[in-house]
């Protein structure tokens, strides 16, 4: 089977999401003082805040930012706190929960969707609505919902007026680039499970990285992030010569700019995979400041899929299962 999809396309086309995502909340009002925010979404539709939640810290801000994956809220949240509900659908039922929930206690709350129940639910109660294009997979849409957060929070006024860096985006990162790169990685990772490992800093890119593989190229992938897999996830692989379970490739988030100890954990965790027959390749994180490097390295990762997917002579936009398993659950 060939790849009948348009996700080259979208591939290729990424780095104008963030002009799109800024521009889509030009007309939202936020008001209030907000102590923290809270972000409630699953699958893709929460890996723009995993990002921004990423690049807050390292920006060093104060405001708390916390992801939200239940169908109801933390126990602590109150009105002093910024609610945002994204879902790409608009149908995510573990969002529309909380949704409700914030309505009953009166919080401070908008959305970013494609439309669905939740864009009809925040039109009826006047909720302040980011409305993203449509037909794209999720997970595909994370140049819309960075751009989107990060206007967001400017609004409220919890972080400076980052739009300029934000739009820089679009001209710094080159798609087009990075494919080549991601085809010669794809081949290397056929009839393999793809292991991202990363620096403490950086643990959510890792894991968006393993996302890509599952949902783009529908194979088994695993995350963790150094020092803490030199803890556990180190030793289970002592005997491995010995017992029949699949093959491994590893494939390591390196930046020149980690700390030397972590550095030199990579290298020795790599020393150590290699001895037991797995094979490593170091991913380079490239590109002028901390947004340039994420953003480089989850089109890499967008690059490594598609392609692991053609390999595999697998169509890389549909999610059969999940699907499948939503049906279920609304029985």
């Avoid at 995502?21 to 923290?36: M, N, Q």
């Avoid at 239940?70 to 995510?92: H, R």
């Avoid at 393999?192 to 996302?211: F, G, V």
């Avoid at 170091?282 to 002028?288: A, H, L, R, T, V």
Wanted: with cysteine; proline share 4%; net charge positive.
């Amino acid at each position: 089977m060939t790849n009948t999809s348009n996700m080259r396309q979208i591939i290729l086309d990424f780095p104008t999401q963030f002009k799109v995502g800024v521009e889509a909340v030009k007309d939202i009002k936020i008001h209030g003082k907000f102590k923290a925010v809270i972000i409630c979404a699953m699958g893709g539709s929460a890996l723009g805040g995993e990002i921004l939640k990423t690049w807050l810290e390292d920006y060093k801000t104060r405001v708390p930012l916390i992801i939200n994956r239940k169908y109801s809220l933390p126990k602590f949240v109150d009105k002093e706190y910024l609610v945002l509900f994204i879902s790409y659908s608009g149908n995510t039922e573990e969002v529309l929960s909380a949704f409700k929930e914030a309505q009953r206690k009166k919080l401070k709350i908008a959305a970013i969707t494609s439309g669905g129940k939740l864009a009809k639910a925040c039109k009826k109660k006047n909720v302040p609505l980011v409305l993203f294009p449509k037909n794209y997979p999720p997970r595909t849409t994370l140049g819309f919902q960075f751009g989107s957060l990060v206007k967001l929070l400017f609004k409220a006024r919890l972080i400076e007026n980052k739009e300029k860096a934000i739009l820089s985006l679009e001209k710094e990162l080159n798609s087009k680039k990075l494919e080549a790169q991601g085809r010669r990685l794809a081949k290397k990772l056929k009839n393999k499970i793809p292991l991202i490992y990363a620096s403490d800093k950086i643990k959510e890119i890792a894991r968006i990285w393993k996302i890509k593989f599952n949902e783009n190229s529908k194979v088994p992938s695993f995350h963790n992030y150094l020092p803490e897999l030199n803890h556990n996830e180190m030793v289970g692989f002592s005997r491995i010569e010995k017992q029949k379970i699949g093959k491994f490739h590893a494939l390591i988030l390196r930046d020149a700019k980690d700390n030397p100890k972590i550095l030199k954990r990579m290298k020795l965790t790599a020393e150590i995979l290699r001895s037991k027959k797995i094979k490593v390749d170091f991913i380079k994180m490239e590109g002028k400041n901390t947004l340039s490097k994420i953003f480089s390295s989850l089109i890499l990762s967008d690059w490594v899929s598609y392609y692991l997917a053609l390999e595999n002579k697998i169509d890389p936009i549909p999610v059969e299962l999940v699907e499948k398993f939503k049906k279920k659950m609304k029985k």
